[in-house]
């Protein structure tokens, strides 16, 4: 089975700082997504990015970009120039592009981002 | 174009009761996922719905059921309610049963007591 590790339970940085976010993963499969969620306090979950496991190039979205290390299974989430309205629960989930588990997302335990103005 | 919703906002059950949850997906999609979230952790896979058909499911018991409706919509059942199952209960919508682009509505927050 597929697990998620997010190893830091809470974060902080300065407001316009830039933060990394931890995740590690586990899986069997070759071929896989990589996706990062971002929960603000009694908010709905919103994807900030996503990363194709085939794919070479580290997905960036803005200020928001990813570190994917295939072979170590790591996925960390860099938010450059930190605004106030970053501060939420960030989650790394992870979901097979096929098989049986196709569809599935399995999630890590978050982690509490806290902004500093 | 209106996002995936979800109803009721909040509820509160009695220990050994029945509930019913809602989810309308986002416009064009014709996929619903169900997760449920403890306090302070991270979603759990409950099911999946594609073509009003369960494809996918997680480790939960069979008080939990589900159902997809020609428009897509989705209903999330539990019986004989325990407070274990007191979480938010995300619902997520998405195209052809795609790990990607899961778009997640506000939830409902279930309390059982």
């Known amino acids: 089975a597929q697990t998620v590790t997010q190893s830091q339970p809470e974060m902080s940085v300065q407001e316009a700082e830039t933060v990394t976010l931890s995740c590690t993963y586990d899986t069997s499969e070759s071929d896989y997504y990589l996706f990062w969620y971002k929960q603000p306090p009694s908010r709905q979950m919103i994807l900030v990015i996503r990363q194709e496991a085939y794919k070479q190039q580290n997905a960036t979205e803005n200020r928001f970009s990813v570190n994917f290390q295939k072979a170590a299974k790591s996925f960390s989430l860099k938010i450059s120039d930190s605004q106030l309205g970053d501060a939420a629960m960030y989650f790394c989930a992870y979901g097979d592009a096929g098989g049986t588990s196709y569809g599935k997302l399995t999630f890590g335990q978050g982690t509490i981002l806290t902004v500093h103005p | 174009d209106a996002g995936v919703t979800q109803s009721p906002t909040h509820l509160i059950k009695t220990r050994g009761q029945q509930v019913t949850l809602r989810c309308s997906p986002k416009?064009?999609?014709?996929?619903v996922s169900w997760y449920q979230q403890a306090l302070g952790q991270g979603p759990q896979f409950i099911f999946q719905?594609?073509?009003?058909?369960?494809?996918q499911r997680g480790n939960f018991p069979d008080r939990f059921s589900g159902h997809q409706f020609p428009n897509y919509s989705s209903e999330l059942n539990v019986n004989a309610l325990l407070l274990g199952d007191s979480a938010l209960y995300l619902c997520?919508?998405?195209?052809?049963?795609?790990?990607?682009?899961?778009?997640f509505g506000p939830g409902t927050r279930l309390t059982v007591t």
């Open positions: 997520a919508s998405s195209y052809e049963r795609g790990a990607y682009e899961q778009y």
């Open positions: 416009s064009g999609h014709d996929t």
């Open positions: 719905y594609y073509e009003e058909e369960e494809r």
